[in-house]
């Protein structure tokens, strides 16, 4: 059974940064395309970083480049948001995504991110 759990959210000030992790199970990340994306309060969902399966090549929204950083921990099938220089538009509930090579889609539950002093 595949499952995402995203983690590492919480309230961080502006200028800060976080970490989230999304640990997998059921499948390896290191086999599909992954993603975070996040929706803002009042807002759609919307894509953040992605990191590809064959060769970890990634690929990030103009929002959030040269701050975020999406990797990956085979050996933990764990993916992660390394997020620096928080913004307050930054806040969002953030989930992590997996994509199987047929096209199917997998959602994590989400984890909430607020960047606010």
């Known amino acids: 059974q595949v499952q995402l759990v995203e983690s590492g959210g919480g309230l961080v000030q502006p200028g800060g940064s976080q970490r989230l992790s999304c640990a997998a199970s059921g499948f390896t990340v290191s086999r599909y395309a992954m993603s975070w994306h996040r929706q803002p309060p009042g807002k759609e969902r919307e894509l953040v970083a992605t990191i590809t399966s064959a060769g970890g090549n990634t690929n990030y929204a103009d929002s959030v480049k040269g701050r975020f950083t999406i990797s990956r921990d085979d050996a933990k099938n764990t993916v992660y948001l390394q997020m620096n220089s928080l913004k307050p538009e930054d806040t969002a509930v953030y989930y992590c995504?997996?994509?199987?090579?047929?096209?199917?889609?997998?959602w994590g539950q989400g984890t909430q991110v607020t960047v606010s002093s």
């Open positions: 995504k997996a994509r199987t090579g047929s096209g199917i889609y997998y």
